[in-house]
């Protein structure tokens, strides 16, 4: 509705835009209160441990999936086995795991496998590491019309629950994060209990994620410490180097058979005029053919306008170096998380 509003003649795709951890309060014109934090969910792993967890998905180019979970024990396949009906896995995928430490914790097996090339619009069945549940997704459309839902700042909540509750009610084709997953803010467990908090639905759709603050978790400056991203950019791998992206913290990707570019900023790698991310952004727009893709799409974590107390000015150093290449490019709509508050703006264009 949001975007249809705003381009009356491009009406195909749909946007489902919710807000976590505030859900939307409509307050007249008095000032918004954002709401209490809610109930922690923390979710256990009731399997053996050598069975996969934390199951999730992302695109990979116009046909293919990243299927990513992690196993406790050490011995877990990188192998997915798959096929259009259940049980009845014709074809197999072989790919690659990691882990990571931070600190006194070692994370378990994280493994990334990607699968395709897929049909378009098409259900497949899933297994992973050839052992456990069976999973079940559905590729997104080869063409327009397309539903993309939008949820920043999920959290692992009551308020998450009932967010992702509500996102699941429409048949969307894949979900974008713009920003602040698990609020693990350096306690690593937490990354675990929301990779199975979340399994249910990023088991079933592409979850495609940039980062927000809440991913940095920065060590200590001293020798031996982690860096920051570390926990972020092993567990939620996505296709930066597909994009031409030196960093995991910022790439791009086409949906709807390129109908939609969809750019994921990173509010929290380098943005100035002369670093790596700007240079990567100005190429990425330039082969953005706008005949062929007529819906141009950019996330980010801090947004550039807000009206809200609340992280005032915190996007305003990066509107200034990067909002002209945006207007240049004649982006469509840019959607931001950080402030659990739900606001829009128009922009009249130069
Ligand atoms: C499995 O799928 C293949 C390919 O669609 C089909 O030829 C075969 O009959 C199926 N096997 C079973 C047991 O359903
Ligand atoms: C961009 O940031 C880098 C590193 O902080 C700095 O060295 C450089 O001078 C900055 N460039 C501009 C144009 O502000």
């Known amino acids: 509705p949001l975007v249809e509003a705003m381009e009356p003649n491009r009406t195909t795709m749909r946007f489902v835009v919710l807000l976590v951890v505030g859900t939307l309060i409509v307050s007249g014109a008095a000032e918004y209160v954002r709401p209490p934090p809610g109930r ?16 999730h998905l992302s695109v990979v180019g116009a046909n293919h999936m990243r299927v990513s979970w992690i196993t406790d024990a050490k011995h877990g396949h990188s192998v997915v086995e798959y096929g259009r009906a259940s049980g009845n896995y ?20 994280i493994h990334h496998v990607t699968i395709g090339p897929l049909d378009p619009d098409t259900v497949y069945y ?24 939008l949820a920043g700042d999920l959290g692992q909540t009551e308020w998450t629950a009932s967010t992702l509750a509500h996102v699941s009610k429409n048949d969307y084709d894949m ?8 609020y693990a803010d350096t306690q690593q467990p937490l990354w675990d209990t929301f990779g199975r908090f979340v399994q249910e ?98 996330l980010l974590h801090a947004p ?11 996007g305003e150093a990066m509107r200034k170096a990067m909002e002209r290449l ?6 469509d709509v840019v959607f931001s998380g950080h402030v659990h508050a739900y606001e829009r703006f128009v922009n009249k264009g130069l």
């Open 40 to 55: 922690a969910i923390l979710t256990e792993h009731d399997k053996p441990a050598s069975h996969p967890q934390q199951v």
């Open 90 to 109: 014709t074809t197999s995928a072989t790919g690659e795991h990691t882990s990571y430490r931070y600190y006194l914790y070692s994370s378990g097996k």
């Open 126 to 149: 899933y297994r992973c590491g050839t052992v456990g549940d069976e999973f079940t997704l559905k590729t997104p459309p080869a063409a327009l019309p397309i539903e993309l839902a």
């Open 175 to 182: 979900l974008l994060v713009p920003g602040d997953l698990a």
């Open 201 to 298: 639905h990023a088991s079933r759709r592409p979850w495609m994620v940039t980062e927000g603050n809440h991913e940095v978790e920065a060590g200590m400056a001293l020798p031996g410490s982690p860096g920051p991203f570390v926990a972020y950019t092993a567990r939620w791998r996505m296709p930066h180097e597909e994009s031409g992206s030196t960093s995991a913290l910022y790439y791009s990707f086409d949906a709807a058979g390129g109908a939609v570019h969809v750019v994921m900023l990173g509010s929290y790698a380098a943005f100035n005029s002369t670093s790596e991310q700007y240079g990567w952004l100005a190429r990425d727009l330039a082969r953005v053919d706008r005949r062929a893709t007529p819906w141009l799409v950019v």
């Open 304 to 314: 550039w306008y807000n009206t809200n107390a609340a992280h005032a000015g915190e």
């Open 326 to 331: 945006l207007y240049e490019a004649r982006v």
